[in-house]
């Protein structure tokens, strides 16, 4: 682990800084907070483009770490995977589980906490600050998850919003943050949102997708916003933004991250005695506790 996201040890901010954090307009400016100008924005649209938190070399080792679990080179027990579906159509999405063999098709993986690298990441001081600024001092998450549309292959995901009863949650998650693992286009089905969405509310206590008649009242195409991106590129998302994706139509994945932060206050309903993965503040999870069950000979 040394040398990679090493703002997760002490000494850490200066690391942070060196990592870098360009933001518009000016690239040699390190900044670890958001501008009171850009949280308006956020306000506004349901979204906010972060620009790239990591470094080349630190997202070409998370690209490896992902392509390294799903080819079983490096195993997690208790990882959970969900295979692409065979039509691109949403509702033939296999149940997941456990690892299914080697394969670059999975379309899920959660559990990624449990992996140092994308621990690291998603303990990013820039991310500190924006789940501080939202919840506080003590902040856990709901989950940490791979997106992927497989080289050629995808599932159309329809628009949704992330969060509602289906989430079992006693309070709404708010805030999830995406970062793309390849660059992310139209071709390769990026993410596409209906900004300032979010503030109609929830629409349906159900939450998830909405129905035909909300799609055409409140998610028309000339409303809509491909969200492309570089690879790096991260971008903080309201949970109740409606977003969807498609499929991707060219020989290279389209590899995503998606954390969404929870209040560490926050507990499943169904299950009280469920703690979710701290992050930040109190028994936060440590980058050197993270170690990989099982690690394939090369
Ligand atoms: O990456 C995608 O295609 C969709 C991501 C998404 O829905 C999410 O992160 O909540």
Same mark, same amino acid.
């Given at each position: 682990m040394m040398g990679f996201f090493s703002h997760s040890r002490s000494g850490a901010a200066r690391s942070a800084f060196q990592t870098g954090f360009p933001m518009p307009g000016n690239k040699e400016t390190r900044q670890i907070m958001l501008t009171e100008q850009q949280w308006d924005q956020y306000e506004r649209d349901g979204y906010l483009r972060l620009g790239q938190v990591a470094t080349d070399e630190e997202m070409e080792a998370l690209q490896q770490r992902m392509d390294d679990i799903m080819l079983g080179r490096v195993r997690y027990q208790g990882m959970w995977f969900q295979l692409d579906s065979?039509?691109?159509v949403?509702?033939?999405?296999? $149940? /997941?589980?456990?690892? $299914? /063999?080697?394969?670059?098709?999975?379309?899920?993986?959660?559990?990624?906490?449990?992996d140092p690298l994308f621990l690291a990441y998603m303990q990013h001081p820039l991310f500190r600050e924006i789940t501080r600024r939202v919840y506080g001092e003590n902040v856990s998450i709901y989950r940490a998850m791979f997106m992927n549309k497989p080289a050629g292959k995808g599932t159309i995901l329809p628009y949704h919003q992330d969060a509602g009863s289906q989430w079992g949650l006693d309070r709404n998650p708010k805030i999830t943050i995406w970062t793309a693992l390849d660059d992310s286009t139209i071709a390769n089905g990026c993410v596409q949102v209906i900004p300032g969405s979010h503030k109609h509310g929830l629409f349906s206590d159900y939450g998830h997708t909405i129905t035909r008649e909300q799609e055409e009242q409140y998610a028309r195409d000339e409303d809509s916003v491909y969200l492309e991106a570089k690879r790096g590129e991260a971008i903080l998302l309201d949970n109740?933004?409606?977003?969807?994706?498609?499929?991707?139509?060219?020989?290279?994945?389209r590899r995503a991250f998606s954390v969404c932060y929870l209040d560490a206050a926050t507990r499943s309903v169904k299950n009280p005695e469920r703690r979710f993965p701290v992050v930040f503040g109190e028994g936060a999870l440590r980058v050197e506790d993270a170690k990989p069950d099982e690690i394939a000979a090369a």
């Open positions: 065979e039509t691109g949403y509702s033939d999405v296999p $149940a /997941g589980g456990q690892w $299914a /063999g080697p394969s670059l098709s999975y379309r899920k993986i959660e559990l990624l906490e449990r109740l933004l409606l977003h969807r994706s498609g499929v991707n139509t060219i020989d290279c994945p």
